[in-house]
């Protein structure tokens, strides 16, 4: 079982593409893995024939462990061992007639269930309660040492954290005591990396919340003048729009662009924009690239693309990871405000709630406006209250003048 | 003679000779340039002979205490200029040995003064040679006396190590200004060739790099031996006749007179960064005196490199050595383990030795940190008490909460030899309890380093 992604610490077979026999060649999908984040091929590293088909399909298995081995045709393969049992030291078939005879799982991803670190360090990440599977080394041979651990708490986590509590998941496994008053449902992968980093943000991270009310009739106006020159060319949501004025702000607000990192602060001239998708099970939070640098069309097909793919559990990595700031929308569900949980090293995130015909003084008189509202959560580290309510009047004033995205 | 190199190398030191090694290892063509013998004032004028200087006064102490274990060895004679020989025969098998290494990895060694010129460019004599990726500044350092006080170094009656390295015989008495390595090493020797010393610090103690309780055993070691030991002293004055130097010297609120033989100056070391050519190359030095580098030891001026000493303290051999390494292997492309100063070992081989690592205790006070000192003593150590070795201890300070060994001290006989495991500990980032875990061998002085990692855990064994 290959390390499949960079938090990846089992995985599940979901479906075997080749079977006990089947000719394989080098890069051929030999199975669909189900990672902490995604469902991503497990590739063939060498041509040959499969063989020892260890792992059935549902199973989960350690990173490292062997799940099956390529063999050269005809040639003899030894019983390999279970694949719940510790990564074997050595290849189970001959190491040396590569191509034939590798084993599935390289050896770096054999590597991979150690972590090298030294003992202060083990004992300052046992004490911190820190995973140091999620601290990057930087001694010799990638070893952990104090210094990565004294900034492990701001790095830049390699997967994309939850931003709010997920709709209710339809839980796949279901223990159910006859007679008993609860139910234990063994936590899914991507629950567990949900629980994993939801921890490293709300706790570490001093956060505090801006929250401000947008008028949304002109916003929806122009959607609609839009839409309707789009025509069959596609179509423009206030999501999008809310995407591109958020981008747009962020490049005149860079101080909020920004992550935080221990002994320093990163400030991005891109805007590569995380937007927090419910999916089943949980959340994952695509990165739009380049955000403020796209078109309104661009953007809007971007994310479409990108919360397709993730509820179809498609995601590469570098599809979620590296974003500068976030966005979660809940007001399709109807929520008139909300906060969301910051996703570390960035310094901010928006809430936005769900926009609603509310009674709007203008002109001196009362009148029914499209109404919205956002929340912004801020890391008090990086971004003050004025700089972030700076940077949310901006948001604001583009959302209500939507032709200020022109200028 | 091809005159344009990979890598040319400016000072044949510890730090210029192991970095042409590394170099010429890694597969580029490299020159060394040396005005003076190969091995520089490591080899020729400073750790090496001193060495076998020191050994020389330790065999005279050991054979004058030699009744006591059994051994008769009648009335010793001391003849300094038989030590002096031997030990120049020591500098210099090991500056034939440097010449044998620059052979064997086929170094081209440019005899001469190097002068430093724009465009990666060492002229030497009338040659110029070019570097065609960098060229590394390894100058070193040389003694200085105190001319403003009268006391410049005149080579007979006021010296430094320099000449005293060369003495034909012991003088009847010396006066030794400054108590740092120098100083403790000089006034260690000379005491055991019969001269009388008299060992002058400015600071309020001997040794003030080291741990206080370093200072305060070698103090009444000095002390008891018979040698006068004046801390916290200004000289204010001092006078060289021919035969002899007159001084003033103001300590404890009282000025006292010392006549003397001679002088020693051991109050520190200057870079030699004059004449060759640093300006001109756009090579700039720090308000210290040092040439001013970056974490990657790149001088001002991109190309050129400073290593050893004139890069900055501490001025030991063995830092230069391992940043010539570091910046060879930068050049050749490869990721070096960063250099981690604090992490250098410190070592005065008097007797007893000194060897620390780290921080000291008032160190750890000044900073704050919550931390433990263990302690013991070789006065508890069998192996010390068999050899008659038992001053001096072992001193661990270790982080209470993590037991990261923050500082380690030892005094004491092979404390210079002792101190590497805790080296190792140190740059491996052990804690105390993983040198505690390592087996030491019985009866060795290496348990005390055991115990002390044990005392400082409350766990102390053998107290």
Known sequence: MEALSPTMEEGRVVKWHKRDGDPVKAGETLAEVETDKAVMDLVARADGVLRQVAAAEGQTVPVGSVVAVIAAPGEPVRAAPPPSSPPPPAPASRPTAAPAGSPVATPAAADAARVKASPLARRMAREAGVDLKLVTGSGPGGRVVRKDLESASAMPLPVAPPSEPAPAPRPPVVVTQAGAGYEDVPLTQIRKTIAKRLATSLGPVPHFFLTTEVDMERAGEARDALNQSLGERGSVSFNDIILKATALALVQHRACNAWFQDDHIRYWNDVHLGMAVAVEDGLITPVIRNADRKSLAELGKAAKDLADKARSRRLQPNEYTGSTFSVSNLGMFDIDEFTAVINPPEAGIIAVGSIGQKPTVVSGLVTPRRRMRITMSCDHRVIDGATGAAFLRTLKQMLENPLAMLL | ?463
């Open chain 2, 1 to 463: 003679m091809a005159n344009s190199f990979d890598v040319i190398i400016l000072g044949g030191g510890p730090a210029g000779y192991v970095a042409a090694i590394r170099s010429a290892q890694l597969g580029m063509s490299t020159a060394l340039v040396e005005k003076d013998k190969l091995g520089g004032v490591c080899v020729n004028i400073g750790c090496i002979p001193t060495k076998a200087l020191l050994h020389s006064a330790y065999i005279a102490r050991l054979l004058s205490n030699a009744k006591e274990f059994g051994v008769e060895a009648g009335s010793v004679k001391t003849d300094y200029g038989v030590a002096m020989q031997r030990s120049r025969r020591v500098s210099d098998q090991n500056s034939k040995g440097v010449e044998f290494l620059m052979k064997k990895h086929k170094v081209t060694v440019a005899r001469g003064a190097g002068m430093l010129q724009p465009g990666r460019k060492v002229k030497v004599g009338s040659d110029v040679l070019e570097a065609k990726q960098a060229v590394l500044i390894a100058t070193g350092s040389r003694v200085k006396g105190l001319p403003q006080i009268g006391l410049e170094i005149n080579k007979t009656t006021v010296i430094s190590s320099d000449e005293a390295l060369l003495l034909e015989k012991a003088p009847p008495s010396l006066a030794v200004i400054g108590a740092g390595a120098v100083g403790m090493e000089f006034a260690d020797i000379f005491h055991a060739f019969g001269t009388k010393i008299t060992l002058i610090e400015a600071l309020p103690r001997i040794l003030p790099l080291e741990d206080a309780e370093a200072s305060d055993t070698l103090a009444r070691s000095y002390r008891k031996r018979g040698i006068e030991v004046i801390v916290g002293a200004k000289v204010k004055k001092g006078t060289a006749g021919k035969d002899k130097v007159a001084l003033e010297v103001e300590a404890g609120g009282a000025t006292q007179k010392i006549e003397v033989a001679a002088v020693l100056m051991a109050a520190g070391r200057a870079v030699n960064t004059e004449g060759i050519g640093l300006a001109e190359c756009g090579v700039q030095v720090t308000d210290r005196g040092f040439i001013k580098v970056d974490a990657t030891l790149q001088t001002t001026a991109p190309g050129y490199y400073a290593i050893g000493d004139v890069a900055g303290p501490p001025m030991l051999a063995h830092k230069g050595s391992r940043e010539g390494v570091f910046v060879t292997e930068l050049l050749a492309g490869k990721q070096p383990h960063p250099i981690k100063y604090d992490n250098v070992p410190s070592v005065t081989y008097c007797h007893p030795e000194v060897a620390s690592i780290g921080l000291t205790e008032d160190q750890c006070k000044e900073r704050k940190l919550d931390y433990v000192a263990g302690r013991f003593p070789f006065s508890a150590n069998g192996r010390a008490r068999g050899s008659g070795e038992t001053e001096g201890f072992v001193k661990i300070l270790r982080d209470k909460r993590y037991g990261e060994i923050l500082g380690a001290h030892i005094v004491g006989a092979h404390a210079s030899e002792l101190i590497h495991e805790l080296a190792v500990a140190r740059e491996n980032e052990y804690t105390v309890e993983e040198v505690e875990l390592a087996i030491h061998a019985h009866p060795t002085m290496s348990e005390a380093v055991a115990e002390a990692a044990l005392d400082s855990l409350g766990r102390v064994l053998n107290i």
